[in-house]
């Protein structure tokens, strides 16, 4: 329960780093000792490989967005041994122009490496939920 403790307060600071626009600390919990193993997929873009290139696409995004706001839901931990996978829902409140907001959803997978007792994020990949979801027990489903 610890590791899963552990885990969600770090995928908790990615979300807090990008809300807050704070480049350094969203640098700080990305593996660096791997750093070609990292990989990021922001919603809409291709995959990005390599540390420094995704620090860098964090870096554009956070100065390309006044506002900011994550409310995450369905979050799963899975811990194995040192890797952690988290899923999630990210239900996103930002500003889209000086006069209007916007909500999003995008559906997350964050996984982690545990370097030297610290959870370190070496993926990330939000897709956008772009419709509601059909239930198969609906009657227009």
Do not use: K
């Not at 490989?49 to 390309?64: C, E, P, Q, Y």
């Not at 811990?79 to 409140?93: F, K, P, Y």
């Amino acid at each position: 329960m610890a590791d899963e403790h552990d885990v969600t307060a770090a995928n908790a600071s990615l979300y807090e780093a990008f809300e807050t626009a704070d480049v350094d600390r969203m640098a700080a919990l990305w593996d660096d000792a791997d750093p070609e193993a990292v990989v990021c997929v922001h919603p809409g873009w291709p995959m990005l490989r390599g540390r420094d290139t995704v620090l860098r696409s964090w870096a554009a995004v956070m100065a390309g967005t006044d506002y900011i706001q994550f409310f995450l839901t369905d979050v799963r931990v899975s811990v194995l041994g040192d890797i952690a996978v988290v899923t999630c829902q990210e239900n996103v409140l930002t500003e889209v122009t000086e006069t209007s907001h916007g909500n999003a959803a995008v559906v997350a997978t964050n996984v982690f490496v545990r370097r030297a007792g610290r959870w370190r994020a070496q993926v990330h990949h939000g897709s956008p939920v772009l419709g509601r979801l059909v239930d198969d027990e609906s009657p227009d489903g």
